[in-house]
């Protein structure tokens, strides 16, 4: 038998698909609204199409790489913005039923935007709007709703207590959603570990629709799976119940920036071998890039970027026994509240940027990025970073983040996590975690 030619075959096949792609739309549509009212009442604020006006805006506003923000990337066929959690529920029952993949977004910042985006037609879950957070000063917990992004956990434990932080990441757009499910390190992990240990209860919906919680059936598997498991293996996270930790009123920061004329490569290697080991007050960080050295040559930098839970009485002295090398000056550093450390650490603190802009969940000057991080269990040997330095005197390198443990990362042992494996201590002591990021446009 000849078949005709292919020209003739395929407007024919993607009549069929596209004809049996608008009946399962229009079905997946009826099943929302035969799960929950609020659909067919007044859906406009809850489901878009890719017709409706605020589709793009709505999509494009937690995309954090934009790389991933093209024209060739497929869309979601609709887009969720659950007002109330039965929303969650409807969706996933009916795009299970309907087979429409599902995506969870809750801040964006997933490397590889695989909060949303598929190779097969998907629904988006945006939780944009569950983002309440509830904070309860009497237990020092606080319920937050996923959708939520770390400024505003940040500000509205803040809000209520000036002593009161949450060990969690450093950039305020982050989601919780994500960010807690992969475990969230930042600048309080060497005193408090990380986001993840920090959480007491959470609530999930799984695959077929059922709200969990920790006492639920399997529940307390369930909770331990998803700190550190990763977002949307296991169901929708809905909320965290997590921990406050103290701060005090006062703490410091600073950013001692060394170029190889100064020193770089043997200060990080002597950083290498001690910030695990420094009072677990003190978290310091190196972040190595391009630099101009004093005659506006090419060089490498190694900013040691750092934030102590006290003063800088206090913390001068213990400097000098830590970490003498780095020679830090008072005049480098700076006293501020916990919170404003947040936008330091994102921004460097800009001048006249209100405390606010904590809330706000659209980033400046977005970038298109490739990143990818490690675990370092030895200290890189000298001749390593030596090595790392020819690398970063090219003007497209991008930036090495290097991230200190230790402290009570060193003593969470593994059956405190879950009961079910044997006590074994940790052994990620001195480890240290290396992230490189790329700019890419
Ligand atoms: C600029 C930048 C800075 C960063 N800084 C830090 C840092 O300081 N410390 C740190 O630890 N990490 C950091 N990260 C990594 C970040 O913590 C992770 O990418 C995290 O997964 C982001 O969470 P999100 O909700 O914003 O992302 P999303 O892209 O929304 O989600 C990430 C993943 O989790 C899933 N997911 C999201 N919400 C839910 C939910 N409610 N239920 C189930 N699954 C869900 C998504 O489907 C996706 O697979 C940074 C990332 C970027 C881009
Ligand atoms: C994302 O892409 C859209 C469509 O091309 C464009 O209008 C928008 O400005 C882009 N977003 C950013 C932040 O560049
Ligand atoms: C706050 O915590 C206390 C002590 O656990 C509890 O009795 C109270 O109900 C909580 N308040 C709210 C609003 O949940
Ligand atoms: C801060 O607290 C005030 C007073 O309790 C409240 O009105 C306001 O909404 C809070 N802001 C945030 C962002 O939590
Ligand atoms: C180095 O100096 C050049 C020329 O003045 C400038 O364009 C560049 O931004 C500087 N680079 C850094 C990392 O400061
Ligand atoms: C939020 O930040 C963006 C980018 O910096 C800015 O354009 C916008 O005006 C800010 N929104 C508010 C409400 O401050």
Known sequence: MRLPPFSLIFPLVSLLFSFSFATQNFEFVQCLESQNADFSISSSNILYTPQASSYSSILQISIQNLVFNSSTTLKPTFIITPLDESHVQATVICSSKHQLQLRIRSGGHDYEGLSYISNAPF????LVNLRKVDVNLSDNTAWVQAGAILGEVYYSIFNQSKVHGFPAGVCPTIGVGGHISGGGQGTLMRKYGLAADNVVDAKIVDAKGNILDRRSPAGEDLFWAIRGGGGGSFGVILSWKITLVKVPPLVTIFTARRTLEQGAEELVN??????DKFHEDLFIRVIISRANDSRGGKTVGAAFNSLFLGTIKELLPLMTNSFPELGLKAEECREMSWLE??????????????IDSLLNRTRLNKPYFKAKSDFVKTPIPITGLKGLSELFLDDNAGIMIMDPYGGKMSSISKSKLHSLIEEEPCTISNILRVGIRMILK
């Open 123 to 126: 629904v988006l879950i945006d």
């Open 341 to 354: 450390t947040i936008l330091y650490f994102d921004n460097g603190y800009p001048n006249g940027i209100s």
């Open 270 to 275: 002597r950083w290498q071998q001690t910030a």
